[in-house]
């Protein structure tokens, strides 16, 4: 009977050890990204207790944005933020060097980094562009994400006042649709009024 308990012990671990992921030597990861080695080992300690396999799926990804936002649904707008990692390995899994490198461009990359980033979340079909359902999908997921605890309170249709109320701004060719030019020079002529908008998109 032990015998046997073993045997499937091991056949446990021999599976454990197949599907977990193991990241890039710390040097590596270093050079790759902005961030220290201190900052990685925690960053990586943090990651493997919430992902043990070193690998993080959509659901899992949405269940620990979700404990940042209690007070509301963070479900949308992480799929959203998850859906900005263009080339994931893995079965649609997200390993941590993807996670620090998306992570380490837009908390200290340039600053046009960071708005390529802001820009390809809104661009969900990814054609190069934002159209208006595009920026009001993102801006109600943010809305439903904050929940009650936004000032003041929002509705449905306050997203899309929103909405109304910026894009023919950034639109400058009215053309309807939002290239990354016209973003990046609507954000980079006020930061105040591009934090209006902006201000959650690196929440990570």
Not at 25 to 46: H, V
Not at 98 to 122: A, H, M
Request: net charge negative; with cysteine; charged share 30%.
């Amino acid at each position: 009977m032990f015998g046997g308990n073993k045997k499937e012990k091991e056949g446990e671990e021999e599976q454990s050890h197949v599907t977990r992921y193991k990241p890039e030597r710390l040097d590596a990861l270093c050079k790759a990204t902005n961030f220290t080695r201190k900052e990685i080992r925690l960053m990586y300690q943090g990651f493997k207790q919430e992902c043990p396999t070193g690998m993080v799926s959509e659901d899992a990804f949405k269940d620990i944005f979700s404990q940042f936002f209690p007070q509301g649904d963070a479900t949308r707008y992480a799929h959203y933020v998850f859906s900005t990692f263009k080339q994931l390995s893995h079965g649609g899994a997200l390993t941590f060097e993807q996670f620090i490198s998306l992570l380490s461009s837009i908390s200290r990359g340039p600053v046009t980094e960071k708005l390529k980033w802001i820009f390809d979340l809104y661009d969900i079909n990814g054609d190069g562009f934002i159209s208006k359902q595009e920026m009001l999908h993102v801006v109600s997921s943010i809305y439903e994400m904050l929940g009650q605890y936004t000032e003041p309170v929002v509705h449905e249709h306050s997203a899309r006042e929103h909405v109304e109320r910026i894009f023919h701004h950034i639109d400058t060719n009215q053309d309807g649709l939002i290239s990354f030019e016209e973003f990046k020079e609507w954000c980079q002529k006020d930061e105040k009024r591009s934090k209006s908008l902006f201000q959650l998109d690196t929440v990570m």
